[in-house]
């Protein structure tokens, strides 16, 4: 199946007095570009994400953000002592008192500011890892299925392009030989004109010469060639951006020869609406991956 570089994707979890939330979006790129942006007390989850990521991915520049919140209760719940430390400090700050009598005690707010003063019963980073490593899983899960439905559409509009263009090719096709031998007749009448002397076989010649230089044949076998090659790539599906984008490139060049090898306004008329056609399937598949 194709797949879009083009993604998104989002795994909420709730733990308790805690609540982890994910996002995965991605754009185009010629390559793999991981943007992490974690909150402070996720930020040692990096390494696992950057593994899960680049194992599942192969193109896109692809942003990551991990978040930790604290709940509602949480945040109004009743503050909890750490009557152990309290008493430390109490005895630690009597001690100090005794030996400086000058000394200022210290305060509430300082009191309250000491680290471990307030105690914390939220989710150590240790505790939260299986957590993030579980959303991870789900996220890429909903992030590739996202990728997959955007690459269906892709190859639907590609598809539909190239059908275009083998209605053109083989609109073409047939008046080619009819062209060519109008062209000829129409150059042996004016060679006849221009120069008297010229003997019937350097007319026929020249006149068969220049046939060959707008003979386009070979030009429409390789775009039947191309096309069919991006129709069996469609549906073999997979990692397929580069090559569906390097057959662009063949097909532009076999459109822009057959414009200039063109001998009828009907030909020329073809490689203009086949290198539209052309353009269009090249901005979609630089979204694929």
Request: proline share 3%; hydrophobic share 40%.
């Amino acid at each position: 199946m194709i797949l879009s570089m083009t993604g998104f994707a989002v795994a909420h979890r709730e733990l308790g007095r805690v609540s982890l939330h994910m996002e995965l979006r991605s754009v185009n790129s010629r390559f793999l570009d991981l943007v992490f942006r974690l909150g402070d007390d996720v930020r040692q989850a990096e390494p696992a994400l950057r593994e899960k990521l680049t194992a599942r991915l192969s193109r896109g520049k692809v942003e990551c953000r991990l978040a930790l919140q604290k709940n509602d209760e949480a945040a109004t719940g009743p503050m909890q002592l750490n009557g152990g430390l309290l008493a430390q400090l109490e005895s630690a700050q009597t001690s100090v008192l005794e030996r400086f009598p000058g000394a200022q005690p210290m305060s509430v707010t300082e009191l309250l500011r000491w680290p471990g003063v307030l105690s914390d019963d939220s989710l150590g980073f240790d505790d939260l890892m299986p957590s993030i490593v579980e959303m991870a899983d789900a996220a890429l899960d909903e992030f590739l299925a996202s990728r997959r439905r955007e690459g269906e559409k892709l190859a639907g509009v590609i598809r539909e392009r190239v059908s275009g263009m083998r209605t053109l090719v083989e609109q073409v096709a047939p008046r080619i030989p009819e062209i060519v031998q109008a062209y000829q007749t129409k150059l042996t009448d004016r060679l006849r004109e221009a120069v008297d002397t010229l003997d019937e076989d350097r007319i026929r010649q020249e006149v068969a010469v220049f046939a060959q230089r707008i003979d386009v044949d070979e030009e429409l076998d390789r775009l039947r060639t191309h096309m069919d090659e991006v129709e069996r790539i469609l549906k073999k599906g997979g990692i397929a951006g580069k090559r569906l984008d390097f057959l662009m490139q063949e097909l532009n060049r076999e459109a822009n020869t057959l414009a200039s090898k063109s001998a009828g306004t009907d030909v020329t008329a073809a490689a203009m609406e086949l290198k539209v056609l052309i353009e269009q399937m090249r901005e979609q598949v630089q979204n694929i991956e």
